[in-house]
């Protein structure tokens, strides 16, 4: 009788037709799946640019047929020209960051588990959810329109009509000026290049796109985390992947109407005339710029780097969020200081927004900003320290359950140390100037950045594929997939480091003009060959993703005896996440191993002292 | 399916120790904080306030980009500054006067009078659009004076700086629409509470947009 009341009263029921549980979800957990997909797709996409560029660097001049037959103008003969080369780096740079590294963290696995974690029924505003993914994936699509505007001349034509800054189909997959965009050249249109018409200005519009979708995510996520944590969830039960996601959040709110400001402006310099980022007296390809004057190029790159920097916190934090929760789960162990672990993921996401400048030390800047800049990037070093050492802690004396999301989220550990320690290197002025535009910087930030995060979302994967699908993921495939990841990424990135010590630059198409750079030669196809089976062994984990859904073994509720609200429920949760019922939360969310319990592991639902039922 | 799932649930308590605990009849859903969930499931007032100081950081954010570029362009030499047309100077009365109106209206609302409510919002709905009609004018000024969108960055910016700022005041606008169209309506209870919870956030957001807008007036008037 309770029950039938409690039903009519509390459940909302979760929809019939396919297009609105399928497609059109207001389900947090649906959103959340779409999030990861459209990162799987997008994946691809970067995932091969970055194996052409290797191909390119290192058999320069080799005719390879199909992409004569895909980019004949950009590849005449099968053979890639160095702006298509340029285009490849942008597309690889633009795609991976947006919609890669910060959807599937972020709008993925946060959409699908913060809500539940927090034991709400969904979020804050389900159709705003809907909506920013749903627009998100329309930025996706516009900037596959950038590749098929460029790269196809029939689709090209259409665009050209559009005017000027429209001129397309030039043959290239996109625009070549890097994931930065830099100004004047991204300010201009056809003049500054191929790929600089039409390919920049669906560049822009794509990314205006993916910032509204990210705003309208965050606001959902601030406000969900504020507003609808059940019964006992006080902020410092939080799990820490709700700060991290929380803190991501804050940082997405604050950095993208910057870039959205940023954009706003530098397509009204291509479409509208102004000159916010065009000088006068502007020399581009032996012509002078008219009608043009009083902007500054320099004003880009501080919009730019004041979303940018941000924006390479919003790409890692959840997964540190992730990291420190499996492994303390896989560990057996609380979180080593889990106060310190919160303050330090806000400190890192707070001073983010102070150090831009260190993306521009070669601009010209002021010695005394420089040096600002550079002790506030150093000083990120010490919250980061303090995670690292308390991932360290975590470890230190446990039995560990080498999982395969543990051995993520331990490679997670390793590629963070690895990466952020050349943050000190090139958070220093002096080093900078040597190290700026090297392949230095690249190892770096791929590590740092891209690759950490990617292990952290692997990590998540694995641990919460159970959860999502009811069905575990094959752990051999998954230990075959970290091993041959774990190395090939290190065999890739690790000889950037001395490429960029030698002084290679970043960017460039080819090196076979530079005497200086004759003796890498051997690295380079060290690191091809590494790319090239470290992108191929993805395909075990797209593998065992798919068939895992369908065959795996069924996964029990809380099939890795942890401690969250989301192992509570069943495996996949239902559609209102708790049944109408509401969660009750008494603890902190890391309480293994505690001495005197029946067990090693005491979940956040169960009441202090006493047996179920006591109260 | 889900039926399914949840009675498998209430009839499996032994998931987690002490889970999960059979709900009452007066059991909430989730939602909201600890001090509500002792009767039904509340309305919460803070969702509209906290979501509505969520979004005005974002637009604040946007602004202080623009206003930043503003304020560094205009410390280039090729910077040529235009004059104020004076549609601008009538349109900033505009929207300070609708913010009277609008703190009226929720005066109104307090108090319950709903008819009065009414008479104070449409007026400031009737300000609203005054002052878009108003910014047009300026724009017609502006262009009459010989100034367009291209051109040197602070011609640009009357432009970019009142369109933007327009684009936010409609969204003000359609939220007041809203209210109105609910304005003439005695409710009481959580009906009533929501409605003056909604009539606070969209107050809050005409004034930012008021300030706003007298700030971005300010700097093109008096920062060149």
């Given at each position: 009788m309770a029950e039938a009341i409690h039903e009519e009263v509390h459940r909302h029921p979760a929809p019939t037709g396919f297009i609105r549980k399928y497609i059109f979800s207001i389900d947090h957990k649906v959103i959340g799946i779409q999030y990861i997909l459209l990162a799987l797709t997008a994946v691809v996409v970067g995932l091969v640019m970055s194996v052409l560029m290797r191909l390119n660097l290192s058999w320069p001049g080799t005719n390879w047929p199909i992409m004569g037959t895909l980019f004949p103008t950009g590849a005449p003969g099968g053979i890639m020209s160095p702006e298509f080369y340029l285009s490849l780096v942008t597309m690889h740079g633009t795609i991976m960051v947006f919609f890669v590294l910060t959807t599937a963290p972020q709008g993925g696995f946060g959409n699908y588990f913060l809500p539940i974690q927090i034991g709400a029924d969904d979020m804050a505003f389900p159709f705003l959810n809907m909506m920013s993914f749903w627009v998100t994936f329309v930025g996706f699509v516009v900037l596959l329109l950038a590749i098929f505007a460029e790269g196809n001349l029939t689709i090209g034509s259409w665009f050209?009509?559009?005017?000027?800054?429209?001129?397309?189909?030039?043959?290239?997959?996109?625009?070549?000026g890097g994931w930065t965009g830099y100004a004047p050249l991204s300010a201009l249109g056809k003049i500054a290049g191929p790929g600089q018409g039409a390919g920049v200005n669906l560049w822009i519009i794509s990314i205006a796109i993916f910032c509204v979708g990210s705003l309208l995510g965050a606001l959902n996520f601030i406000t969900t985390l504020l507003n609808m944590r059940t019964r006992g969830m006080t902020l410092m039960r939080m799990p820490l992947t709700c700060w991290a996601w929380f803190t991501t959040a804050v940082l997405a709110l604050l950095s993208f109407p910057v870039l959205l400001g940023g954009g706003i402006l530098l397509l009204l310099d291509r479409v509208a005339g102004t000159s916010f980022f065009i000088p006068g007296g502007l020399y581009v390809s032996g012509s002078l710029v008219p009608l043009h004057n009083g902007g500054s190029p320099l004003l880009w790159q501080h919009l730019f780097w004041f979303f940018g920097h941000p924006e390479v916190y919003i790409a890692i934090l959840p997964g540190m969020g992730a990291t420190s929760h499996i492994l303390s789960t896989f560990a057996r162990k609380p979180i080593f200081g889990y106060r310190a672990m919160v303050f330090a993921i806000f400190a890192i996401g707070m001073l983010g927004?102070?150090?831009?400048?260190?993306?521009?030390?070669?601009s010209g800047m002021s010695p005394y900003s420089?040096?600002?800049?550079?002790?506030?990037?150093?000083?990120?070093?010490v919250p980061s320290a303090i995670k690292t050492f308390n991932w360290l802690g975590t470890l230190w004396g446990a039995k560990i359950r080498f999982t395969t999301p543990m051995l993520f989220a331990i490679g997670f550990v390793s590629l963070f140390v690895a990466g952020g320690i050349t943050g000190l290197v090139l958070g220093q002025t002096s080093l900078d100037f040597f190290f700026h535009d090297t392949y230095f910087v690249t190892a770096h930030f791929h590590l740092v950045m891209g690759v950490a995060s990617i292990f952290g979302m692997f990590a998540a994967t694995y641990f919460w594929f159970p959860k999502m699908f009811g069905r575990m993921m094959s752990e051999s495939l998954g230990k075959f997939h970290f091993w041959v990841t774990f190395i090939g990424v290190y065999a890739i990135f690790v000889p950037f480091h001395a490429m960029g010590m030698v002084g290679m630059?970043?960017?460039?198409?080819?090196?076979?003009?530079?005497e200086f750079?004759?003796?890498?030669?051997?690295?380079?196809?060290f690191v091809t060959v590494a790319a090239i089976i470290t992108a191929v062994v993805q395909l075990v984990f797209y593998f065992n993703f798919f068939w895992s859904m369908f065959k795996g073994k069924k996964a029990g509720d809380n099939p890795w005896e942890a401690t969250t609200l989301e192992w509570n429920i069943p495996s996949p949760p239902p559609h209102d996440n708790f049944a109408g019922i509401v969660p009750e939360v008494y603890r902190g969310p890391y309480e293994f191993a505690v001495p005197g319990a029946a067990k090693d592991y005491i979940m956040q639902s169960e009441p202090e002292g006493g047996p179920v039922g006591a109260h | 399916m889900a039926t399914v799932t949840s009675t498998k649930t209430a009839a499996k308590p032994g998931v987690g120790p002490g889970w999960p605990k059979p709900p009452g009849q007066n059991g909430s859903n989730g939602n909201g904080r600890s001090r509500r969930f002792r009767g039904r499931r509340k309305f919460s007032k803070d969702t509209y306030r906290i979501v509505v100081w969520i979004l005005l950081a974002a637009i604040l954010m946007m602004f202080v980009a623009l206003a930043s570029s503003y304020i560094v362009l205009s410390?280039?030499?090729?910077?040529?500054p235009v004059r104020m047309p004076r549609a601008f100077m009538f349109s900033t009365g505009?929207?300070?006067?609708?913010?009277?109106?609008?703190?009226?209206?929720?005066?109104?609302?307090?108090?319950?009078?709903?008819?009065?409510y009414q008479g104070w919002l449409l007026l400031t709905l009737l300000l609203g659009f005054a002052f878009l009609a108003c910014q047009l004018k300026g724009w017609k000024q502006l262009v009459s004076a010989g100034v367009f969108i291209s051109g040197n960055p602070h011609s640009s910016f009357y432009f970019l700086?009142?369109?933007?700022?327009?684009?936010h005041l409609l969204g003000g606008l359609t939220a007041l629409g809203f209210l109105a169209a609910r304005s003439g309506r005695v409710l009481s209870g959580e009906a009533s509470e929501k409605r003056s919870a909604a009539a606070d956030a969209v107050a809050l957001y005409w004034h930012f947009m008021d300030g706003l807008w007298v700030c971005l007036f300010l700097l093109l008037w008096l920062w060149k």
């Open positions: 050209s009509k559009l005017g000027e800054s429209f001129a397309a189909g030039s043959g290239t997959v996109g625009p070549i927004f102070f150090v831009w400048g260190h993306h521009m030390f070669i420089a040096v600002a800049f550079s002790v506030l990037t150093l000083s990120i070093g630059p970043r960017r460039y198409a080819q090196f076979g003009e530079y750079l004759k003796n890498t030669h051997g690295l380079v196809l | 410390g280039n030499p090729e910077w040529q505009l929207i300070l006067a609708s913010s009277v109106t609008m703190t009226a209206a929720r005066r109104q609302l307090e108090q319950g009078l709903s008819k009065k700086f009142t369109g933007a700022h327009g684009i």
